[in-house]
């Protein structure tokens, strides 16, 4: 597998192990992370995986990124083999369409088809969370089929209301906390996704999750059940 | 344990140190303070360890009354500050007695201020850091901006003369009447752009607008043409002009999202961070291209200013003339930190 290493800003270097979502590039950028925290360099602040990049953070005024990439390029190298544990998959009910889901219509149009179908289609199959980021608990998940494949909005929703389910190009998750954002909203999870007293989420990076259509009735009889604090997370068998 | 009770709270008041920079691993925004040179400055000031939690405060200042005597340091923008009434000065260690109100008033020049106190403040740390992220009620006082009335824990100190000498000169500070220059590094999307707004960026004013938070500064006055391409989202660092399609730029802050979708056409240089934050809405700004080199020799610089500071500061402490109060004060002093 081929890499590159670029510069971001003067504090951060980029390690890119591909330009696409791939499971398979994913699951090396998770292990390039592993065994980078491993190493304690002392002047790295983090690791922030994503699909195909993992970038790090350093302490400019410690090192600097010439002396840092002699330290990780065997770090990368030893990085190209390894195995990561099995997946676990998590099942999130979703009300779809309506003030769940504003931008429903809009991506049934981007497709040419039916509400009904984008539903069917979002539904039908596990996404696997290739990391989190963006915010506590938000899940960057993929991939969507082509035909619901709608890229973000132009300009970002200043709020859009936790639990909100959404689509941007081929990826889709969750806003566990109300935020600014832009990708298109089908639908939203009554679940609590982040909470700040146990701000670690139920999901990790390299499990599954499987979306369920529920009704509007069903959504507010969960959310009852969550508010109580009586919900346990669900696991697909 | 002493406590700050809050009197008023300002506009946004919150608790900040360096952040959890390590959390942003889980999805955590690092948070922490966003002129990292007034605060170290702050702490440097009354003693304190680089990183220990500080007040932080955008436009409006709070009012605050000490139940105990400690020592306290301004630092950041200039504000219009009175001790029991009477104006104090910004940039120095001043000691405040049980019962006195320190009233924090509005900016005079520049956006942040930020309080030390001596020992620092003693909420507990959520993931590694004291830091607020308001908008997931994380860290800091409740999670959340100090409210009237609140009552903030504080190291209780044993008051020593021997930091009153502890002066610094003020801080390079945005000046509204003129269009401040902003030092940027290429970003990773550089070459999306065409050569026409590659110069835009340069040659352009831009104008910070008033949505402007701890998240991100909205610049206005110029636009940048994005190329209609899909990015995969990646990790975001501070200081990062993100291009959205309308083509405003947003510099991203403290409280930042870890990652974003995005372009990033350019990085504003560290060395130039503190002072970009320090821009109020309305502050006309253009940017200069310097090579990462040069944004690596400027941070070296301060560095060596700022440790050069810290050891002015240091062997300051013991330098005569020694009243003979303070000859036994810096006894006890010495005895505490051994």
């Known amino acids: ?237 | 344990m002493a406590f700050l009770q809050v009197i008023e709270p300002g506009l946004q008041t919150t608790i900040q140190d360096t952040g959890r920079v390590d959390a942003q691993r889980f999805g955590f925004p690092a948070s922490g303070s966003v002129d990292r040179a007034a605060t170290r400055l702050a702490n440097l000031l009354v003693g304190n360890a680089e990183g220990t939690a500080v007040l932080e405060f955008p436009l409006v200042g709070p009012t605050l009354e000490f139940e105990r005597s400690t020592f306290i340091a301004l630092t950041g923008a200039r504000f219009k500050a009175e001790l029991n009434h009477a104006l104090i000065p910004m940039n120095q260690c001043l000691q405040v007695q049980a019962g006195d109100i320190l009233k924090i008033g509005p900016v005079e020049k520049g956006r942040i201020g930020y309080l030390a106190i001596a020992g620092g403040i003693q909420t507990a740390p959520v993931l590694g850091s004291q830091s607020t992220t308001i908008r997931l009620h994380l860290g800091g006082f409740h999670g959340r901006a100090l409210e009237a009335g609140d009552l903030i824990p504080i190291k209780k100190q044993t008051v020593l003369t021997s930091f009153y000498h502890r002066r610094a000169q003020a801080q390079r500070l945005p000046n509204q009447d003129e269009i401040i220059k902003i030092r940027l590094i290429k970003g990773p999307q550089w070459q999306w752009f065409d050569h026409l707004n590659q110069q835009r960026l340069f040659q352009g004013t831009f104008k910070v607008t008033n949505q402007a938070d701890r998240m991100g500064y909205r610049l206005g006055g110029t636009k940048l043409q994005v190329p209609k391409k899909n990015l995969l989202s990646t990790a975001t660092v501070r200081g990062a002009l993100q291009i959205p399609q309308n083509g405003e730029p947003i510099v991203l802050m403290a409280d930042r999202q870890t990652t974003g979708g995005y372009p990033v056409i350019a990085v504003i240089a560290t060395i130039d961070l503190g002072y970009f934050a320090q821009c109020q809405a309305g502050q006309k700004i253009q940017f200069e291209l310097i090579t990462l080199e040069q944004a690596r020799q400027a941070l070296d610089q301060l560095r060596q200013e700022l440790d050069q500071f810290e050891q002015t500061v240091l062997a300051g402490k013991y330098r005569p003339p020694y009243g003979i109060s303070r000859v036994a004060s810096q006894r006890i002093s010495r005895m505490l930190e051994e």
């Open chain 1, 1 to 237: 597998m081929d890499y590159q290493l670029f510069d971001y800003g003067d504090q951060a270097i980029v390690i890119e192990l591909g330009k696409v979502i791939d499971p398979e590039i994913n699951r090396r950028v998770q292990l390039l992370g592993q065994l980078i925290m491993k190493a304690k360099i002392p002047a790295i602040e983090t690791i922030i995986p994503a699909y195909a990049t993992l970038t790090v953070t350093f302490n400019g005024q410690i090192t600097n990124g010439k002396m840092l990439r002699q330290r990780l390029v065997p770090i990368i190298e030893s990085s190209l083999s390894g195995d990561l544990p099995v997946a676990k998959t998590w099942l999130i009910p979703v009300a779809y369409g309506g003030e769940y889901g504003p931008d429903l219509r809009d991506v049934a149009d981007y497709g040419g088809i039916t509400p009904t179908e984008v539903i069917r289609l979002h539904t039908a199959q596990k996404y696997l969370i290739y990391f989190l980021g963006f915010l506590p608990g938000f899940a960057y998940m993929g991939t969507v089929p082509d035909q619901i494949a709608m890229p973000r909005l132009a300009s970002p929703r200043l709020k859009i209301p936790a639990g909100s389910i959404g689509i941007a190009g081929q990826q889709t998750g969750f806003y566990p906390v109300t935020s600014p954002g832009g990708w298109r909203i089908i639908g939203q999870t009554p679940l609590k996704l982040y909470q700040p007293e146990n701000p670690v989420s139920f999901y990790q990076a390299g499990d599954q999750i499987q979306f369920e259509a529920v009704t509007p009735a069903e959504f507010k009889a969960i959310q009852l059940t969550v508010q109580a604090k009586t919900y346990q997370p669900r696991e697909a068998e």
